[in-house]
């Protein structure tokens, strides 16, 4: 029941312009609006989000953002400060103008952004409005990115080779390897990027997409280095509308294949809308997927693959296999995949917003991440929340298939997905009245009202 009087407020959302942020943003704000505030998007031209996805939000373009950026070769430290450089100005313009518009009868309460557009704190001060950030990954990777400056001045980073499996000084269960660096940038650049997005400064609040039940002790480290509240409100996809704010065209037709299917028979494949491999670990995967002998919806992403359009590389006789017992799409409905009683397993990259969807479903996990943290979400699938196994040898046909085995066949995986399930149902118990992320909804709510 929307609650009276709150219609005229007006939040504005400033999304970072990927996917794995998008998303998240885009359900925050389609909760904020079933509880009665207007919504307003002020995008980039890089990326922008599909307007008719969200018929009852406004949505503004801020003029001359647009990019050349190339996730495979460009430099993301420079694209991050060049967006946020261009953003500026034609922000503050933007929004100014917005005020204008609305009056004092429908003002903007306050500006919710990306961490990684910080530059919207400054634009908020100037316009003496107030802002809230969002962050889009976990707790403990903040805590983990955040620590990467202290482990620097202490000597443990950069650390050699031999180092890579040991345990990081108070960051259980992480090792070296597990550290959430970005592969896009050096080191020292990388750092900037963890100082700009850790601090608050003039903020009011810091909202998670995460969830008490699996992170009561990161969030609480960070609540005390706060001085400010922090909300953790996630799963964000579990309590909006559902809508999709998907960049890239969904192919529903794996979901007659998949009505097909035996339940929990199915291992479901997807790296995201990053990651990137090469002609051979194509091929390995395949035949990985093939000889395990268990059928699977395999995500191939167009442009993904170094020197490929898309699957044509592959032999004809793998072809021919991977029809028998497969299927292959160019993007997917994830949320409805890992939904269907049968899918029983999710080879992911282990992004954050593709590892909530897979434990919010019980849906056990094989982690293959590849940077950033990706790399902090696979330990904990696998090593706190216990419902998933690593794939961390290079992709080879026979550690694919023995790993998929694991977790579908053997007694290792039917314990996963009990736990899987029981995991499940806390976090649904989180989302309804009385649970741990509707209070924290409603106390957020009840903040942006007194602003």
Known sequence: MERQGKRRRRVVLVPWPFQGHINPILQLGSILHSNGFSVTVVHTQYNPPDPSSHPDFSFLSLPDTSSDYNVLTGDALDFVLQL????????????????????????????????????????????????????????????????????????????????????????????????????????????????????????????????????????????????????????????????????????????????????????????????????KELVEMAWGLTNSRQPFLWVVRPGSVHGAEWIEVLPKSLKENIEERGYIVKWAPQKKVLAHNAVGGFLSHCGWNSTLESICEGVPMICRPCFEDQRVNARYVSHVWNVGLELESELERGEIERTIRRLMVDEEGKEMRKRGKNLKERIEFCIKEGGSSNNSLNKLIEMIMSF
């Open 84 to 279: 946020n450089a261009k953003c500026k100005a034609r922000s503050r313009e933007c929004l100014a103008e917005v005020m204008r518009q609305q009056g004092s009868d429908n003002g903007i309460a306050c500006i919710i952004y990306d961490e990684y557009m910080f530059l919207s704190e400054e634009t908020a001060k100037d316009l003496n409005l107030p802002s809230i950030i969002l962050r889009t990954s976990t707790a403990s990777n903040f805590l983990a990115r955040t620590a990467l400056i202290q482990l620097k001045t202490e000597g443990h980073i950069p650390f050699p080779e031999s180092r890579s499996q040991d345990p990081v000084p108070k960051l259980y269960p992480l090792r070296f390897k597990d550290l959430p660096f970005s592969i896009f940038a050096n080191l020292e650049n990388f750092l900037q990027i963890v100082s700009k997005t850790s601090n608050s400064k003039t903020s009011s609040a810091i909202i998670h997409n995460t969830i008490n039940c699996l992170e009561n002790s990161s969030l609480a480290k960070i609540q005390q280095q706060c001085q400010i509240p922090i909300f953790p409100i996630g799963p964000m996809h579990k309590i909006a509308s559902a809508s999709s704010s998907s960049l890239s065209e969904e192919d529903s037709s794996c979901l007659a294949w998949l009505h097909k299917q035996s339940c929990n028979s199915v291992i479901y494949v997807s790296l995201g809308t990053i990651a990137f491999m090469d002609v």
